[in-house]
Structures are given as structure tokens and as C-alpha cells.
């Protein structure tokens, strides 16, 4: 039998704490590979020991291949969807829980597979939480879904008892579909590698900038290899380091071909995944951090969050939650989605040209990332939903 975080173990039985609201499966991946669903549930399932609201049981639902393989049709993530399914059937068997909890997809094949979760957790009277962690939802429930889709889907969110987005820009997603008293708001929030370090300790590396995401075309990282070309012109010196893993073949050949092309090799460093103290001295090691990005089914990444932790300003684009995340001209810039690589230099150029705007600007992200986005903020706030679903 599996041991949850928060229990004890005495004479070969599970005790759980006192005072606990109710016990909770989550469902869902943890890394690797690291995406922001996977590193939201690793985080929350570290934090769950320092907590007795709840008790926390999780059901992985990793694939270990790279995040290529998300949504897609094939023979593993059908094999892997029923072994799942399976495992939440043995689960629900064994011992009833409260609430389950399911990070809902934005694709097809993958919210069938969430679809079947619901139902099974509600049949043996589990109540269910959805989390949305993109905002790509209603335009492709509007333009994408075939009816019979759309039928299913209605159906399935209507079994929820609460429907959590990242942001007040995203209740509209649900409008329709789910009753607004349903519909709750939990903003990201990502563990501070910083408490220790005061942004004055924070030395700025001038003209490097840093991106950190999943090495993929519309996370923006190919526009920013070819913005360089441009920026070089004004700042020679500038330096890019990169960390993420490539999720795409075709986009790394064509990257490193417009570096080499370019005569960019001295200027591009690529550095792998980082974690824990190695991500810390990533983002410590620029001035300014850029994610560029127009990936249909962004929400409110988490690497953007990190930065501002580390006192960083950000560059990045009018998409997904990052305009209510990103204040334009006080934490950083933003531009339009799809802006262009000569677009990206020339906010780059402006940025790296004033030392003085950086360090404000970095100044005040590390306030606002104090404010609103620190990993216990958002615990709490996804902790209180559970209980609102609990006293429906």
C-alpha cells in the first residue's frame, strides 16, 4: 500500500494526521520531462508534508519521451492511457477519496483520457477538481471540436465541482459551460530560489541575455537566435544562454543553422536542463530574461515567474496570462504575439541600453513576484479551492 505524504507508519498501518479537511488523489505527471504541468504537480506534491488540510496521494501519469509525444494519437499514450485509467479504477476501489484532482488537456485525444477520469472518479463519489493550465480551451472547443466532442466535453465539466484558471483574463473560457460560482482563479506560484540573496547581491552580467523554456519554434527560441543577428550590429558583445531541452528536431537543425550561418557560435550557449542550485545560477548569470513566445496553449509559465524571482526583467509578449503578469514598462516589455526577430532586437537593443531601467525594472519584478507569486500563495489559494469543492 502506498504511503502519502503526511502520514506516519506504525506497526505496518497508515495514521493520518488530525485535523485534516479530506484526502485527495492528484492526477497527473511529474518530470521528467519538464513541462509546466509536471513541475506544478512536483512541486505541489514536495509542499504537501508541510501541510495538514489534506491528505495527498498521486497517480503519475508521466511519459518519459519527450513533450513531442503530448496529445498525440499513438500506440504508447493509448497503452499508457488505459494502464492509467486502470490504476485510478484500483485506486478508487481501494479507499475513497474526497477529491480528485485532474489537469485538464487542450487536445482531443488527451481530455477524452481527463474526460474518463471524471466520470469514473464521480461514479465511485469522488468529487473532482479541473485545472486549467493553459488558455487555448475555448478556442479550440469553439473552432476546433467536432460536435460530438463538444457534447462530451459540456457533459464532463458540468461533473466538476470546481474549474480553476490561471488568471481573470481565462473565466471566460468556462462562460457557458461551467456555473461561474464554479470557476475559480489560482495564479501560478514557483518555490523562491532567492530568500537568501538580496537583488543588490544579484550582479547583473551586462548585455547576456537568458532564456529558459522548452527549446521549441513557437516558444520563440529560433526568432531569438535570429534577432541576435540584428542586435549584434548596435552590441557586439551581447551573449544569449539558453536552458530547456529540444522537443523538436527540425527546429534545433534550423536553430544551429542560423547560428553557424550567422557566426554566432561564440555568442549562443546552450546549457541544458537546470534544476534546483544550477537554474539559481542560470538566472543569475544575465541581465534580462526573454521568452518570446506564441505557443497556442500557453498560460502563465512558470519560467517566466523564476525570473522575476531572481529580480529579472522580462521581455516576452501579449499572450496567454503574460499580460497580466508582465507590467509593460515597469517589470519589462512586452510585445505583440508573432512579433518578428527584428521587432525582439530592437526591444532587446533599447533594454540592454539602459542599465539603469534594468535594475528598476528587475527591482520591482522581485516585488511583485513577493506579492503574488511565491509557491506557498499559490498552495494556499489551491487549498482553499478544495475546500470550497468540498462544501458544495
Known amino acids: 500500500m502506498d504511503k502519502l505524504p503526511g502520514e506516519s507508519t506504525q506497526a505496518g498501518r497508515l495514521r493520518y494526521d488530525q ?12 518530470p521528467p520531462p519538464y513541462h509546466g504541468v509536471a513541475t506544478f504537480i512536483r512541486d505541489l506534491l514536495e509542499a504537501a508534508p508541510r501541510q495538514t488540510r489534506f491528505h495527498f496521494e498521486h497517480l503519475d501519469t508521466s511519459d518519459r519521451r519527450d513533450a513531442s509525444n503530448l496529445g498525440r494519437w499513438d500506440a504508447q499514450n493509448l ?36 474526460a474518463l477520469f471524471v466520470i469514473l472518479s464521480r461514479l465511485h463519489g469522488s468529487r473532482v477538481v479541473l485545472h486549467l493550465h493553459g488558455g487555448y480551451f475555448r478556442e479550440f472547443f469553439d473552432r476546433e471540436a467536432p460536435a460530438w466532442f463538444r457534447t462530451v466535453a459540456r457533459r ?59 527549446l521549441a519554434r513557437t516558444k520563440g ?49 546552450f546549457v541544458g536542463n537546470v534544476d534546483g542550485a544550477a537554474k539559481r545560477a542560470f538566472l543569475m548569470s544575465g541581465d534580462l530574461f526573454c521568452l518570446p513566445t506564441h505557443y ?4 502563465q509559465p512558470l519560467v517566466v515567474l523564476e525570473a522575476m524571482s531572481a529580480g529579472l526583467p522580462v521581455l516576452s509578449t501579449r499572450h496567454g496570462a503574460l499580460a497580466s503578469t508582465v ?26 541600453s539602459d542599465a ?12 511583485r513576484y513577493l506579492e503574488r507569486y511565491m509557491l506557498e500563495q499559490c ?5 482553499d479551492v478544495f475546500e470550497q469543492a468540498l462544501k458544495l
Open 79 to 114: 497503452s499508457l492511457g488505459f494502464a492509467n485509467l486502470a490504476e485510478l479504477a484500483s485506486r478508487l476501489l481501494r479507499g475513497r477519496h474526497d477529491l480528485v484532482y485532474v489537469p485538464i488537456s487542450q487536445n482531443v485525444p488527451a481530455f477524452l483520457r481527463d
Open 296 to 299: 497556442p496553449y500557453e498560460g
Open 221 to 269: 527560441i529560433l526568432d531569438l537566435v535570429r534577432a541576435l543577428i540584428f542586435l549584434r550590429s548596435d552590441i557586439p558583445d551581447v551573449r544569449l544562454r539558453v536552458a530547456g531541452n529540444w522537443s523538436e528536431e527540425h527546429t534545433r537543425a534550423e536553430t544551429l543553422d542560423v547560428i553557424a550561418r550567422g557566426n554566432l557560435n561564440d555568442t549562443v550557449e
Open 156 to 214: 464532463v465539466l458540468k461533473r466538476a465541482r470546481a474549474v480553476i484558471v490561471l488568471a481573470e483574463e481565462f473565466r471566460p473560457i468556462f462562460e457557458g459551460l461551467v456555473a461561474p460560482n464554479r470557476i475559480h482563479v489560482v495564479e501560478n506560484g514557483v518555490p523562491d530560489l532567492f530568500a537568501e540573496v538580496t537583488h543588490a547581491h544579484i550582479v547583473p552580467k551586462p548585455r547576456t541575455i537568458l532564456y529558459m523554456s522548452t
Open 379 to 383: 498552495h494556499t489559494r489551491l487549498l
Open 19 to 30: 485535523g485534516a479537511v479530506g484526502k485527495v488523489l492528484i492526477v497527473g505527471p511529474v
Open 356 to 367: 539603469a531601467c534594468l535594475r528598476a525594472q528587475g527591482v520591482v519584478a522581485r516585488a
Open 327 to 352: 507590467q509593460d514598462g515597469v517589470t519589462g516589455r512586452l510585445l505583440e504575439r508573432g512579433c518578428g526577430p527584428r521587432e525582439l532586437a530592437e526591444a532587446l537593443r533599447e533594454m540592454l
